[in-house]
């Protein structure tokens, strides 16, 4: 199975901040990747597919990018609403494997 | 709207079966794959399985092979899990996740359900 590694796993941070978090694969996904949000309670919530590509209707203060093996979600502006846990997955190999989770909370 | 909502969680005993339904709504369903995925308390998210609903190929992941099996009834819209043989370490709250159309991104899970619980203890 394909490891998928994200780091950190907790970011204290403030409202008002740039975000970045880090998901490293074990081999090449060819930028399979997708970026999740999820808030206590809740299911999770699609942000970005094919590493960079915005899911409709989430705000475009969330971005990513992929360098090789390496891929980054970036939050420019960190709003209330944005305190959650986001998990990186990657759909290239079965069977579909997600990052064990970055925790945003406030400073 | 697009829906999936999950239901049939509970508390069961280690060695007991149970059957989650995953029903969908406000779209085509037989147009989609659709995973089974879990988050065990405190803990990530991991894939059960996928299905084409179209085709009834199903897919799992192989820590789930054996005891886990994916049905469908098209008629009614719905997904099944059938879980057996179950464990302390299968407690987790289960969700049903709809796939994007194209077939290279099936594995995007653009809909979720709420969940369900499932809690395995004596």
């Known amino acids: 199975d394909i490891q998928m590694t994200q780091s950190p796993s907790t970011l204290s941070t403030y409202v008002g901040d740039r975000v970045i978090i880090t998901c490293r694969a074990s081999?090449?996904?060819?930028?399979?990747l997708a970026w999740y949000q999820q808030k206590p309670g809740k299911a999770p919530r699609l942000l970005i597919y094919?590493?960079?590509s915005l899911q409709s209707g989430v705000p475009s203060r969330f971005s990513g990018s992929e360098s090789g093996t390496e891929f980054t979600l970036t939050i420019t502006s960190l709003q209330p609403d944005d305190f959650a846990t986001y998990y990186c997955?990657?759909?290239?190999?079965?069977?579909?494997?997600f990052g064990q989770g970055t925790k945003v909370e406030i400073k | 709207q697009e829906q999936l909502v999950e239901s049939g969680g509970g508390l069961v005993k280690p060695g007991e079966s149970l059957r989650l339904s995953c029903a969908a709504s406000?779209?085509?369903?037989?147009?989609?794959?659709i995973s089974w995925i879990r988050q065990a308390p405190g803990k990530g998210l991991e894939l059960i399985s996928y299905?084409?609903?179209?085709?009834?190929?199903?897919n799992y992941a192989d820590s789930m092979k054996g005891r886990f099996i994916v049905s469908r009834d098209n008629a009614k819209n719905q997904l099944y899990l059938q879980m057996n043989s179950l464990r302390a370490e299968d407690t987790a709250v289960y969700y049903c996740?709809?796939?994007?159309?194209?077939?290279?991104?099936?594995?995007?899970?653009?809909?979720w359900g709420q969940g369900t619980m499932v809690t395995v203890s004596s």
């Open positions: 996740a709809r796939g994007a159309r194209a077939l290279t991104s099936v594995g995007v899970f653009e809909i």
């Open positions: 406000g779209f085509t369903f037989s147009d989609y794959y």
């Open positions: 299905m084409s609903i179209t085709s009834g190929y199903t």
């Open positions: 081999q090449s996904i060819s930028g399979w």
């Open positions: 094919k590493a960079s």
């Open positions: 997955q990657q759909y290239n190999n079965h069977p579909w494997t």
